[in-house]
C-alpha cells in the first residue's frame, strides 16, 4: 500500500511531470555540476563578499559580527534554510514557474508526516532531506533540477502522512 500511495502522490505532483517531460535538460543540468559548484564555492569566497572582512575599521562588536565571517555564514545558513523549508515546494511558484512542486493541499499531510516521523524516532528521511539540500545549495541553482532529490523526500514524508489517516479510519 505504501509503494502505491508513492506513487499516486508521484502522479498527482507537477513536479514529477516536469521531470519526466525534461530529461534531456535535467541530464544536461546534472551534467554541469561540477562547473556550478566551483562557480559557487568561488561565489562564496569572492572578494564582494569578503571585502568588509578585510576592511574592518570598526571594531565595535556589531560590525564584527555583522561584517566579519560569521555574518557571511549566517547569510550561507539561510539560504540554505530557504532551499530546505517546504514553503519551497508547497508555495513558493515562483521558483518553478506558475506551478508548485507539490500541490498545495498535500501541506497538512506534510505536517502529519512530520509528526509521525518524529514521534517514530524516524530521522532518515530528514538527514536525507539535508543532504539533498546541500547538494542544491553547493550547485548554486535553485532549480526542479537539482532540487528533485529533496522533492521525493518531502513526497516521502507525505505520503507518511496520507498513511497516518487512512489507519486512523480503519
Given at each position: 500500500m505504501k509503494g502505491l500511495r508513492n506513487k499516486l502522490l508521484l502522479l498527482i505532483s507537477p513536479g514529477f511531470w516536469f521531470m519526466l517531460l525534461n530529461t534531456k535538460t535535467a541530464v544536461g543540468e546534472w551534467m554541469k555540476t561540477p562547473l556550478y559548484i566551483s562557480s559557487k564555492i568561488e561565489?562564496?569566497?569572492?572578494?564582494?563578499?569578503?571585502?568588509?572582512v578585510f576592511d574592518l575599521k570598526d571594531t565595535s562588536i556589531f560590525s564584527r559580527l555583522y561584517f566579519g565571517k560569521l555574518g557571511l555564514v549566517f547569510n550561507n545558513m539561510s539560504e540554505i534554510l530557504n532551499l530546505i523549508s517546504p514553503k519551497t515546494f508547497?508555495?513558493?511558484?515562483?521558483?518553478?514557474?506558475?506551478?508548485?512542486?507539490?500541490p498545495f493541499f498535500l501541506f497538512p499531510l506534510w505536517f502529519i508526516g512530520v509528526y509521525i516521523l518524529v514521534k517514530?524516532?524516524?530521522?532518515?528521511?530528514?538527514?536525507?532531506?539535508?543532504?539533498?539540500t546541500l547538494f542544491a545549495y553547493l550547485s548554486g541553482q535553485r532549480s526542479v533540477y537539482f532540487?528533485?532529490?529533496?522533492?521525493?523526500?518531502?513526497?516521502?514524508?507525505?505520503?507518511?502522512?496520507?498513511?497516518?489517516?487512512f489507519n486512523e479510519k480503519k
Open positions: 561565489s562564496i569566497f569572492a572578494v564582494y563578499n569578503l571585502r568588509f508547497f508555495v513558493d511558484s515562483m521558483v518553478f514557474g506558475k506551478w508548485e512542486m507539490i517514530t524516532n524516524h530521522f532518515v528521511p530528514f538527514l536525507v532531506l539535508v543532504f539533498t532540487l528533485f532529490p529533496s522533492y521525493l523526500v518531502n513526497i516521502y514524508i507525505v505520503s507518511f502522512g496520507l498513511g497516518y489517516l
